[in-house]
């Protein structure tokens, strides 16, 4: 007869520590690309290298200053892409949000006569409670995030359309467009708007990697049932982080504003899927867990270094969306074989 003994649990997301496995002992070239962020970089600085030997101008301050204003956007809205995809979650409705809240903040602004900086925090609250939205749905209902924010997208595609009468708004006041404005270091124009964008990206990497909050939405993404009898409130630290998002979309959407001048309801359209391949090719997984927002930031810079690079050198932008789409797909797969590894 044999006696069952007793097992103890597997062990929390939130104190187990990493596992070491084989790269322990492994060359230090070995080690340093199993770091998610040393690929994206690798690829990028391959990617300026080739560009700088086909443009004389890819070098240039004011280039470099360009690509930066067209990353941007869509770099902050992949901050806010990020947090979802790290707790194994997805958000293709940020784009829409992010237009809704320009054309909110800039009808406001210039119909009403409310208060500039009254109508910038009623559009990223407007952002926020989409997030919120969204996190319920996702959490409350327990309906899949893809199918959440599908949904969410076309409600607020729609809003943005009915809100705006299909028009742009045009003769914003200036605080509207401060973050369009640039200073000068050395012969390179910086954007205010680039410096947030920079500044976002470091404060979203501090509180994922210094802050309960931030080790507990890697912990969801990892393992959410884990996570959950380790004592963690799973549904609400997930709304929390939608609605993080939606906030982040908020200040995408003044970004958006200050760099085109206008308030456009066609505005950010594509901008969803552009804020996941910036995720990807940074090298966060899709499957939740495992990512860091600094790789967003390389791989937004990716994304802007190929398309400025090929106009530079006068390939139809066809072929620049054929490239990013190639690249996504390596990305991803890179990501498969990396996973089954480690397993």
């Given at each position: 007869m044999t006696i069952p003994t007793a097992t103890s649990p597997p062990a929390s997301p939130l104190t187990q520590p990493p596992v070491a496995g084989s790269?322990?002992?492994?060359?230090?070239?070995?080690?340093?690309?199993?770091?998610?962020?040393?690929?994206?970089?690798?690829?990028?600085?391959?990617?300026?290298?080739?560009?700088?030997?086909?443009?004389?101008?890819?070098?240039?301050?004011?280039?470099?200053?360009?690509?930066?204003?067209?990353?941007?956007?869509?770099?902050?809205?992949?901050?806010?892409?990020?947090?979802?995809?790290?707790t194994a979650g997805i958000d293709l409705s940020n784009g829409a949000i992010m237009a809704l809240g320009s054309v909110v903040m800039t009808k406001l602004a210039v119909d009403t006569g409310l208060p500039p900086l009254l109508a910038i925090v009623i559009g990223i609250s407007v952002c926020a409670g989409f997030g919120y939205a969204n996190g319920m749905l996702v959490t409350r209902v327990s309906l899949p995030p893809f199918i959440v924010t599908l949904g969410m997208l076309n409600i607020a595609f729609a809003l943005t359309h009915i809100y705006?009468?299909?028009?742009?708004?045009?003769?914003?006041?200036?605080?509207?467009?401060?973050?369009?404005?640039?200073?000068?270091?050395?012969?390179?124009?910086?954007?205010?708007?680039?410096?947030?964008?920079?500044?976002?990206?470091?404060?979203?990497a501090y509180v994922l990697s210094q802050t309960a909050w931030g080790r507990r939405v890697y912990a969801i993404g990892s393992n959410k049932e884990a996570t959950r009898l380790s004592g963690v409130p799973v549904q609400r630290l997930t709304v929390s982080v939608y609605t993080v998002a939606g906030v982040i979309y908020g200040i995408a959407a003044l970004?958006?504003?200050?760099?085109?001048?206008?308030?456009?309801?066609?505005?950010?359209?594509?901008?969803?899927?552009?804020?996941?391949?910036?995720?990807?090719?940074?090298?966060?997984?899709?499957?939740?867990?495992?990512?860091?927002?600094?790789?967003t930031l390389i791989g937004a810079l990716i994304v802007g270094v190929f398309r400025n690079g090929l106009q530079l050198m006068g390939v139809p932008s066809i072929y620049q969306i054929l490239i990013t789409g190639i690249l996504v797909i390596i990305a991803v797969t890179v990501d498969q074989i990396s996973r089954r590894r480690t397993r």
């Open positions: 790269l322990a002992s492994a060359p230090w070239w070995r080690r340093a690309l199993a770091v998610p962020t040393v690929g994206p970089l690798l690829a990028l600085l391959l990617a300026c290298t080739f560009f700088a030997t086909q443009s004389d101008r890819f070098l240039s301050g004011g280039n470099f200053s360009l690509i930066m204003q067209q990353v941007m956007v869509v770099g902050t809205l992949a901050i806010g892409q990020t947090l979802i995809i790290l705006s009468n299909e028009e742009t708004i045009v003769g914003l006041p200036s605080e509207l467009l401060f973050l369009g404005r640039t200073f000068s270091i050395g012969d390179t124009r910086i954007t205010y708007g680039s410096v947030l964008t920079i500044a976002l990206f470091l404060l979203a970004l958006l504003v200050a760099r085109t001048s206008v308030g456009d309801p066609k505005a950010g359209q594509t901008d969803n899927l552009d804020s996941i391949t910036a995720v990807v090719l940074g090298g966060t997984s899709l499957f939740g867990g495992r990512g860091a927002v600094l790789g």
